[in-house]
Structure formats: C-alpha cells, structure tokens
C-alpha cells in the first residue's frame, strides 16, 4: 500500500472586497502600526492586541471575515473558535524572518503593496515563503518529491491559509510603497459528521 505522509494542505485564492473596504484596512492598519509598532520593523509589534473586536475596526470589514472563515471551513472542514488578527506592515528593504505560530491555521490577507520580483533572475523581492518542516534539517530531496519550499508572490487581494506548524519568511520588499497586511492566527475544531482528509 503506498502513502504519502506529511502533506500540508493550504489554501490561495482571492477575496472579492471593494475599493472602500480597502482603503479602511488601510487606514486601520496603519493606525495600529503607527501605535503600536515603536521599532517599525514588521516583525516588531510587542502587543498582541487583536484588530478584531477593537473599536477601530470597522464593522464593514466584517465581510473579510466572513470570507476567510468560509475558506476554512472549504480546505479544513473546521471551523474557528478563537481568532485574532494583526497588522504588518513592510516598508522597502524589510522582511520576515523565518517563524512558526502556536495556533492551528494561520491566513494572511494582503491589503495593498508593490513588489517587484523576477523569478527568471533568481530575484524574489517580496515573495511569501511556506517551507516542508522537514527543511530544518536540510535541503536534500528524492528524486521524487517537489521542492521543500512554497514561493509565493503576493498581490492585493490574496488570501492564504495554511497550517500555523508550517516555518514561513519573506524575501526583502522593494515595493515602492508600503506592503499593508492582515496576520490571522485561528484555533479550530473540526465540523461533526464532515470528512476530513489526510491529503
């Protein structure tokens, strides 16, 4: 009997928002930034305070919500019990380094940003990184497995869900404004009489 163990399943698509919407994403996420981000780097906030719930999110974002948790409950069959979002903002020259999250499944919804790669160059400016978790003890593969690295290059709109145990990092931003994110990190419990796959 073959297997294939240790897939991980995640989820890319886009999010159909509108240009008001996302203009008070923006703004609200910059706001959080600006006070609550004293180092400026992305990586930096020091306080966990949740966007959601918080009086300056707008209660027109809620259909962000309501499409990200659709999402889960298509990929995962599950359904979130705790959530919380953050800002990260990524200004040129910055990046992510390499993380893993404590919750189930982590999303990110781009907002707004300019990257500029060329794969073709080897140049994956602003490029969104999952890395295999076997990739913390080498780079090596067989013959038939893929590549242990998942490059994605974000553009506003996208959203991506996957498992929070999955390493992830950016590449160096060389947009020529800034990258406006939202960081979702969800605790979930699977949908009674829903099947659940291993792959």
């Known amino acids: 009997m073959i297997r294939e163990l240790f897939s991980a399943r995640m989820f890319q698509g886009y999010l159909h928002l509108g240009d008001v ?19 400026g780097q992305p ?18 974002l809620d259909p962000l919500m309501v499409q990200v948790h659709a999402a889960i409950q298509q990929t995962y069959s599950c359904v979130p019990v705790w959530q919380t979002a953050r800002e990260v903002i990524t200004q040129p020259g910055q990046f992510i380094p390499l993380h893993a ?22 140049d994956y400016s602003g490029a969104f990184v999952l890395t295999n978790p076997s990739g913390a003890y080498g780079s090596r593969r067989l013959p038939w497995e893929g590549w242990r690295s998942e490059i994605i290059h974000p553009q506003p709109g996208m959203l991506l869900v996957f498992p929070s145990y999955l390493a992830h990092h950016s590449y160096p931003y060389n947009g020529t404004r800034a990258s406006v994110e939202i960081h979702f990190e969800f605790r979930v419990e699977a949908i009674p009489g829903e099947h659940h796959a291993h792959s």
Do not use: C
């Not at 919407?21 to 180092?39: P, S, T, Y």
């Not at 999250?101 to 500029?116: F, M, P, R």
């Open 21 to 39: 919407q996302r203009d008070q994403m923006i703004e609200v996420a910059m706001g959080f930034h600006e006070r609550l981000n004293r180092d």
């Open 43 to 60: 990586w930096a906030r020091k306080s966990r305070e949740s966007l959601i719930g918080n009086t300056t999110w707008p209660d027109a």
């Open 101 to 122: 999250e404590d919750t189930d499944l982590s999303a990110i919804y781009w907002v707004d940003g300019d990257a500029k790669p060329d794969p073709a160059r080897q």
